[in-house]
């Protein structure tokens, strides 16, 4: 894993406060080799004067010291930087009122600190304001998501100390200037990158491993991304950036398609790209549990549990009954019915559209994240149509297999004896043919019997 040690920091811009034994080790080496303050001060080409510096090497200074003269003065005396890593307490840039305490030096380049430079091009700002150094805002209205933000920057660089814990009650989250510089640093990016027509995701945040090519795309999902019903989708109007994150999911399989719909562009991950991508995300969440997507996972959860049910029904009206039951019981909205009976949201709205023409539901308010809430206008059953049809996922493809192992038969015959319609029958059919396990005889003939190979 990569590492950013201290002399790897932009050292130009950054203080730091010294545990007090390496400041004494420091003035003792320089006693030991019978070095002065001018003679030093000149070594090190410093830029502030001499009376600065000596005030910067008192042991009594109240104030953090440059980084950059106390890297001059590790190299003048042949003291390790790692010596210096261990005994820093806090760091901060010079004008900053929020200090890194208890800082992760070396800090380590986890799939989790590329997920923050992808957080601040997705949801954030980077503010760059004459006589300051520049510094990332990170925005977001979900509580949970957004605090959950700040355990992934403590998590990378350590506790962060904030004078006010404004971030509790506020939509956006201040990152102190220090943090901001060094994931700049890293990339070789500036202020104007992370501008929404600009953002690029760096070439070498894309050669990264699996692991962190995936957080990147986890945080552009929270913040930018839907997670419909059978889908995920990512709209954003830089078209270079998301064939950036188009690149990402084909290095790791997901079944994607990318639209152009003028200003508007949409990345969309397909079922079986999703499906894919949560087994993958959930491997990543169990080693870092900071990538946790918050209600987005929840969502994601019920459409891979809908699509791992093992029972399927093709009975019509058995649905459009369930929901008038659940409506005789209170009022709900769409998502409040697609997650009790396992169907998608769209199916859901069909129906809901269907018995709203008819007069039976009608729409009473907007509840949770817009969506509409019904309510029961007018109790009416409908008639169940094929009963028994109910089945479990694959047993329709065996039982045909089963019934050709004893004969060859037509479509309708098949059909027939399964009791299935001859056009979802055929299908099957159809499919099993392309996978060689059975085969048409006579096709001139009418009608086509089918055959086990």
């Not at 590492?3 to 400041?23: C, Q, R, S």
């Amino acid at each position: 894993m990569e590492e950013i040690h201290i002399n790897d920091f932009p050292a130009g811009n950054i203080t730091v406060l010294l545990k007090d034994d390496f400041l004494e080790r420091i003035l003792a080496e320089i006693k030991k080799k019978r070095l002065n303050m001018p003679n030093l001060h000149r070594k090190l080409n410093s830029s502030i004067p001499l009376s600065s510096f000596e005030s910067i090497m008192m042991r009594n200074y109240p104030n953090f010291r440059h980084l950059w003269i106390l890297l001059g003065l590790c190299e003048e005396l042949k003291i390790p930087y790692k010596d210096l890593e261990k005994n820093i307490s806090s760091y901060r840039t010079k004008k900053s009122r929020n200090p890194i305490v208890k800082p992760k030096i070396p800090i380590f380049v986890t799939p989790i600190f590329d997920m923050l430079i992808a957080h601040f091009m997705a949801d954030g700002h980077c503010f760059h304001i004459l006589g300051r150094d520049p510094y990332f805002v990170y925005v977001k209205y979900d509580k949970y998501l957004r605090l959950n933000f700040l355990k992934k920057l403590e998590a990378v660089f350590g506790e962060i100390e904030y004078s006010k814990k404004y971030y509790l009650e506020r939509d956006r989250i201040h990152i102190p200037s220090s943090i901001s510089s060094i994931l700049m640093k890293r990339f070789d990016l500036n202020p104007k990158d992370f501008l929404e027509k600009n953002a690029r995701i760096p070439q070498k945040m894309l050669r990264h491993e699996k692991e962190h090519i995936l957080a990147i795309l986890i945080a552009f999902i929270i913040d930018e991304g839907n997670i419909d019903s059978s889908q995920i989708s990512i709209p954003i109007q830089n078209k270079d950036l998301l064939l950036d994150l188009k690149f990402i999911c084909d290095k790791l399989g997901y079944e994607n398609v990318f639209r152009d719909y003028g200003k508007r562009k949409c990345l969309y991950i397909l079922s079986k790209g999703t499906k894919k991508f949560w087994k993958d995300y959930k491997k990543l969440k169990e080693k870092y549990p900071e990538v946790d997507m918050g209600y987005k996972e929840r969502i994601l959860l019920d459409f891979i549990i809908r699509k791992g049910k093992k029972w399927r029904t093709s009975r019509q009206g058995e649905n459009k009954n369930k929901i008038i039951e659940l409506l005789k019981e209170s009022p709900r909205t769409v998502i409040e019915i697609s997650k009790i009976l396992q169907i998608s949201r769209q199916g859901t709205k069909h129906h809901l559209k269907q018995l709203n023409e008819k007069g039976i539901v009608k729409i009473d308010g907007i509840g949770y994240a817009g969506s509409h809430i019904y309510v029961l206008k007018k109790y009416n059953k409908f008639p169940v149509k094929r009963k028994g049809i109910s089945r479990q996922k694959d047993v329709t493809k065996n039982n045909v297999l089963k019934v050709l192992e004893k004969r060859n038969l037509t479509t309708r015959q098949i059909s027939n004896t399964l009791d299935i319609n001859m056009g979802t029958i055929f299908q099957f059919l159809v499919k099993l043919e392309k996978k060689g396990k059975i085969r048409r005889i006579g096709k001139k003939k009418k009608p086509v019997t089918w055959s086990l190979i």
